[in-house]
């Protein structure tokens, strides 16, 4: 949404539809991840929970044993990550043996994508 069409919206409308001063930003990220177990996936997946909220952020997605895409956003209702998250969450994909194949998006609107 341009700033053009915030301007007419009340600070309550914009707060109540995350956009303009409340929107929350969040990136994406994909890899390939060499998985032999399901209890694999579930120790992965505890790792990336685990990095995240040792930065106060959330995740969402998943994957199979071969592909896994995540969505990474604030644990807080109105925030949003910043570039460092985003570059500690690269750094730690790219060293962790088990990825392969990454691809991390760029920080985003969570709720409109822009």
């Known amino acids: 949404m341009t700033s053009n069409n915030l ?8 707060k ?4 303009g001063e409340f929107a ?6 994909h ?4 998985l032999d177990a399901d209890s694999n ?9 685990d990095l995240a909220e040792s930065r106060k952020l959330r995740v969402g997605g998943g994957g ?3 592909d896994f895409t995540m969505f990474v956003c604030s644990e ?9 998250d ?4 690269k750094a730690w994909l790219t060293n962790h043996s088990l990825v392969s194949g990454l691809k991390v998006g760029e920080i985003v609107d969570a709720n409109y994508g822009v």
Do not use: P, W
Not at 16 to 19: D, E, N, P, S
Not at 41 to 49: D, N, R, S, V, Y
Not at 76 to 84: I, K, Q
């Open 76 to 84: 807080y209702r109105y925030g949003s990550v910043t570039n460092a």
């Open 31 to 34: 890899c390939s991840v060499n």
């Open 24 to 29: 929350v930003y969040g990136f994406e990220f």
């Open 7 to 14: 301007h007419n919206k009340s600070k309550r409308l914009r």
């Open 41 to 49: 996936m579930l120790e992965f997946m505890e790792q990336i929970i």
């Open 64 to 66: 199979d044993g071969s």
């Open 16 to 19: 109540k539809l995350f956009l």
């Open 86 to 89: 985003r570059e500690i969450f």
